[in-house]
């Protein structure tokens, strides 16, 4: 996409993983600071509440990982009734929060967010 914005690429990266994955239902890129960068959530959805509670558990994660010596934060993941939220790395001071459907087959999931993350990570 020569020319696009980095926000509409990024978004585009969004679409692209919730077209590849059909178990996942929402995808969000928010700062470490709780700004949304870009999102892909649905019609309804308070992206300002989205990004502030991903920012949240980003930090209580990263404050787990470092004070239980466990490296560094790569990913928080989040199992409900209802399905399933990842916040994963895409750089430093960046997250890629994603909501997933309750019968995902997680093993493809976890690539797939992987692979998005390092991308978006590229972009930013």
Same mark, same amino acid.
């Given at each position: 996409?020569?020319?696009?914005?980095?926000?509409?690429?990024?978004?585009?990266?969004?679409?692209?993983?919730?077209?590849?994955?059909?178990?996942?239902e929402? /995808? !969000?890129?928010?700062?470490a600071? %709780?700004?949304? &960068? $870009? #999102?892909? @959530?649905?019609? =309804?959805?308070? +992206?300002?509440?989205?990004?502030?509670? /991903? !920012?949240?558990?980003?930090?209580? %994660?990263?404050? &787990? $990982? #470092?004070? @239980?010596?466990? =490296?560094?934060? +790569?990913?928080?993941?989040?199992?409900?009734?209802?399905?399933?939220?990842?916040?994963?790395?895409?750089?430093?001071?960046?997250?890629?929060?994603?909501?997933?459907?309750?019968?995902?087959?997680?093993?493809?999931?976890f690539?797939?967010?992987?692979?998005?993350?390092?991308?978006?990570?590229?972009?930013?």
């Amino acid at each position: 996409m020569p020319g696009a914005s980095r926000g509409s690429r990024i978004i585009e990266q969004l679409r692209q993983l919730r077209s590849n994955s059909p178990d996942v239902e929402a /995808s !969000a890129v928010v700062s470490a600071d %709780g700004l949304i &960068i $870009a #999102s892909d @959530l649905p019609a =309804g959805s308070e +992206e300002d509440r989205v990004s502030a509670m /991903s !920012a949240a558990m980003l930090s209580l %994660g990263d404050r &787990i $990982a #470092s004070e @239980l010596s466990r =490296g560094t934060l +790569e990913q928080v993941f989040i199992r409900g009734a209802q399905g399933y939220v990842f916040l994963t790395s895409a750089n430093e001071d960046t997250v890629l929060t994603v909501l997933v459907r309750k019968d995902a087959k997680l093993g493809l999931i976890f690539l797939d967010i992987r692979r998005a993350a390092d991308e978006i990570g590229k972009m930013i």
